[in-house]
């Protein structure tokens, strides 16, 4: 077998291991997602993936894996740090100082980790991976990753909202640390040639935690103290961004979302009825007879789920997601926020979320083998 056969075959295997995260990774007719994969990885670095899990392991452990010529462990470890600078696996550092590395999905994972490195080559395939297959697996009602929570102001006493869908209050109990990192998304598009036209703030993907402690190992990113966090946060909802942060009540990070260049509001816009796409516990309700028809709201709001109507606003449901920025610029109070029933409670922290995830794509008698595997130390998805 010629050497371009055996690389074609690694990175086929590969696809195939990818595809059964829990945001699935599937195969096109065109095989772009292999060439996002030769962007990311190298062929001996694809090798050394396919012996990795999805849950963290150190370089001891993924090179009993290894049979076929294993490496010497400090050449392993060296290949693994070149592969997480890459920003193609995960890596992070555990209490007692030991690294530990993952296989990881294209997104939340390795499209957003290429955010100190994007080129637009990889950018232009990512968007047409998208178009061809990914968004199905991105944007599927029991794989939602992130969830939009309502901006300032939007929330009237009444409704009684829960401290996981008040990102301030998340915050202020969140231990830290902070970081923020160019929105990959708006990087992307301005290597179109195609700039956000809600906010011309790039610097604003917030990540907190381990999450941070691992950008930082990285060299991604700058530090935040949380009063900066909020100063963000304050001038992205004044632009009219929605904030989703990560899909669980201790987030790992918080995205600052515009309906022109974020991948996951651009394309749920394109669907039918995207509302069922969101994780959202809120949805803009509007009083026809309260309505001055300024149209401030149409233009406020990311998700195009406002119309006009015989001169009055009209909020469709089924586009709705619940952020609340339409009801910030209501002058005479039109449009208000209304708690949805019954509400979602999210998992309490992003590996609760994950392995629920997980589940849902493998079932239970799958997981129960993956376990299996994991104790025997053989690799898993």
């Known amino acids: 077998m010629s050497k371009d056969a055996r690389d074609a075959k690694v990175y086929r295997k590969l696809q195939q291991k990818l595809d059964k995260l829990p945001i699935a990774f599937p195969a096109t007719a065109s095989g772009v997602e292999i060439r996002l994969l030769k962007h990311l990885f190298t062929p001996e670095q694809a090798q050394i993936a396919l012996s990795m899990s999805f849950i963290p392991e150190p370089a001891a452990v993924i090179r009993k894996r290894l049979k076929k010529h294993p490496p010497v462990l400090a050449e392993l470890e060296g290949s693994l740090e070149q592969m997480a600078a890459r920003g193609s696996i995960a890596r992070s550092i555990t209490k007692e100082g030991v690294k530990i590395f993952s296989i990881t999905m294209l997104a939340i994972g390795m499209f957003e980790f290429q955010v100190e490195q994007l080129t637009k080559a990889f950018y232009e395939d990512f968007k047409q991976y998208i178009d061809e297959a990914f968004r199905d697996a991105l944007l599927h009602p029991k794989f939602t990753q992130l969830r939009p929570v309502p901006t300032t102001g939007s929330i009237t006493p009444d409704l009684n909202i829960m401290p996981y869908d008040d990102i301030r209050c998340v915050l202020t109990e969140h231990r830290g640390p902070f970081r923020v990192v160019d929105c990959i998304c708006k990087k992307g598009q301005d290597l179109l040639d195609q700039p956000c ?18 950008y930082q190992a990285l060299g991604w990113g700058r530090e935040l103290t949380r009063q900066e966090v909020f100063a963000i946060l304050d001038k992205a909802e004044q632009d009219g961004l929605v904030v989703q ?3 669980s009540q201790y987030p790992f990070c918080a995205c600052l979302c515009c309906g022109c260049c974020c991948e996951v509001l651009a394309n749920a816009k394109r669907m039918e009825n995207p509302a069922r796409l969101f994780y959202a516990n809120y949805v803009a309700v509007n009083d026809a007879a309260l309505c001055s028809g300024c149209g401030l709201c149409i233009d406020r709001c990311q998700m195009e789920a406002i119309a006009m109507e015989e001169d009055k606003s009209r909020v469709d449901p089924g586009r709705c997601i ?14 208000r926020m209304q708690k949805k029933d019954p509400i979602t409670v999210p998992k309490k922290d992003t590996t609760q979320f994950y392995l629920t995830l997980m589940q ?11 376990m299996i595997r994991r104790v025997l130390g053989m690799t898993v998805p």
């Not at 619940?322 to 449009?335: E, F, H, N």
Request: charged share 15%.
């Open 245 to 247: 942060p990560s899909n």
């Open 360 to 370: 849902a794509r493998a079932g239970n008698a799958r997981m129960f083998l993956m």
């Open 197 to 214: 036209q809600v906010t011309k703030d790039r610097e604003i993907c917030l990540i907190f935690g381990s999450a941070a402690r691992n």
């Open 322 to 335: 619940g952020c609340g920025l339409c009801t910030t610029v209501c002058a005479t109070k039109a449009i």
